[in-house]
């Protein structure tokens, strides 16, 4: 199957998304007594009977023969559902796309000044990912801890087809799902051509994206911690905060830190070492580029 083919079958996000967040909801969810069920997750009826509407009504929500129901109803749905509140508002985008500029620029860039901060924290990694998760730039700790990437720029691409990353990621699971999710929080357009082909191309080749991409999971990155292993310093572990860049919607600023004292802060200052190291070695040839093309 192509990717174009595949893209094309994803018309109605609406009933894809009403279907999959149904089949995650479990019945005792609700104080419901589970019984046997052929299929996991709600009945249709069920759903409509959380939400208040007509199980008619509900069934052509799902055939994706209704594509029109009002704000009431798409609360009562995130709640029969269990929605976050991101999840619920990507629902509510569906059915009234946001407003977007006439042009968007081809290639994402990471401004001047973001760059010059990354290259001030010396001690740290950090990145700054776009809409896309394309990586726009990074520092010199943060290049010497993702060298496992190499010249790819695209870290959902990575995640999915670079085997590298599942050595990398010690819990490569949760941290692929969480990417899926940030994926499809950041771009909620359903007529977005670089999403879909993006989409397209990684479900034609990775099952496990397809897989996760078919979960309709919402959920932008925040702050949480990373197991790592990498194959010059060995495993550590390493909070992280993710920051919105307000001056270039769409891109986010991810700091990683050790916790002082620990194993992983004398891992990270090995790190610099080495990495400062390479740079000395390779001064002579040119500047190391800290903005991804």
Known sequence: MSARTLVGMDN??????????????????????????????????????LAGVRTDYYVRLEQGRERNPSSQVLRALA??????????????????????????????????????????????????????????????????????????????????????????????????????????????APDDQRLQELVGELSVCSPEFARMWARHDVRAKTASAKRFRHPLVGDLTLDFETFSVNSAPGQHLVVYRAEPGSAAEQSLALLG?????????????????????
Not at 36 to 42: E, I, K, V
Not at 165 to 185: E, S
Not at 274 to 285: G, I, R, S, Y
Request: aromatic share 8%; with cysteine.
């Open 79 to 188: 709640a029969a559902l269990l929605l976050e509140d991101e999840e619920a508002a990507y629902l509510r985008a569906m059915v009234d796309p946001p407003q977007r500029p006439r042009t968007r620029p081809v290639r994402e860039h990471a401004g001047p000044q973001l760059v010059s901060l990354l290259d001030a924290w010396a001690d740290t990694p950090a990145l700054v990912y776009g809409r896309y998760l394309d990586l726009l730039a990074v520092n010199s700790l943060g290049e010497a801890l993702f060298s496992w990437l190499g010249s790819e720029t695209s870290l959902i691409t990575a995640m999915f087809l670079n085997p590298a990353a599942q050595g990398f990621y010690r819990d490569w699971a949760v941290v692929a799902q969480g990417c899926v999710a940030a994926l499809r929080a950041a771009n909620p």
């Open 12 to 49: 109605n996000r609406l009933s894809e998304f009403l279907r999959a967040r149904r089949a995650l909801v479990r019945p005792e969810d609700h104080g419901m007594p589970a019984g046997a069920r052929r299929t996991p997750g709600l009945r249709r009826e069920e759903v409509a009977v």
């Open 273 to 293: 070492s080495l990495a400062l190291t390479d740079f000395h070695d390779v001064q002579d040839e040119g500047h190391i580029p800290h903005e991804r093309p």
